[in-house]
């Protein structure tokens, strides 16, 4: 059984930072690139950045760039998101997601496997 497992979410203040993890098993994790994704309340599904399996090649979306970092530990089975100097309009239910592709898809839905999410919130 595949799982993906966030944690790390909550409520932090504009310009605190916050670390997300993303807990992977079922799958030979190191064959698998992982994005990250984010569902601010009453808007759609946003790709936010993903990391290839061998941790070398990353993407990011423009609003995020330059504050967020994914990463990976492949002996952990573990993808992190490190968020700074967030902002108010940071605030969604932040999930990820594995796929055996690359390029990511970052359409809603387009990725193999999928884990619930964990919620922040920037207050302002």
């Known amino acids: 059984q595949v799982r993906l497992v966030e944690s790390g979410g909550g409520l932090v203040q504009t310009g605190g930072s916050v670390r997300l993890s993303c807990a992977v098993s079922g799958i030979t994790f190191s064959r698998y690139a992982v994005a990250w994704f984010r569902q601010a309340p009453g808007k759609e599904l946003e790709f936010v950045a993903a990391?290839?399996?061998?941790?070398?090649?990353?993407t990011y979306v423009d609003s995020v760039k330059d504050r967020f970092t994914i990463s990976r530990d492949n002996a952990k089975n573990t993808v992190y998101l490190q968020m700074n100097t967030l902002k108010p309009e940071d605030t969604a239910l932040y999930s990820c997601a594995a796929d055996s592709r690359w390029p990511f898809a970052t359409w809603p839905g387009g990725a193999d496997y999928w884990g619930k999410g964990t919620r922040v919130t920037v207050s302002p």
């Open positions: 990391i290839k399996w061998s941790g070398d090649v990353t």
